[in-house]
């Protein structure tokens, strides 16, 4: 049973951190493309933050370069987002996202978010 389950959200004021994780399981995460994505109310889920599964290539969107940082550990199954310097407009349900790398099938697989919420 394939399985994307996150952690790590809650409250916290602006100017603080987070590390959010996304432990995966059923499917081969060393293979899988891994990214988070956040939604806000009445916004469109957006992308956030991608790391390949060959050689850890990362992309963010603008909005977030150089305060949070997307990682993986294999040998764990895990994916995690550090996020610093937090902002009101962080305020969203943060989702992990797993797509399969040229060669390899199933998914895309979700996980069902946290919610994280910055306080001005």
Known sequence: QVQLVESGG????SGGSLRLSCAGSGFPFSHFRMSWFR???????ELVATI???D???????SVKGRFTISRDNAKNTAYLQMSSL???DTATYFCNA?????YYGGPYWGKGTQVTVSS
Do not use: F
């Open 87 to 89: 902002k009101p407009e």
């Open 52 to 54: 390949s599964s060959t």
């Open 39 to 45: 939604q806000a109310p009445g916004k469109e889920r």
């Open 10 to 13: 809650g409250l916290v004021q």
């Open 56 to 62: 850890g290539h990362t992309t963010y969107v603008d």
């Open 99 to 103: 797509v399969p790398s040229a060669g």
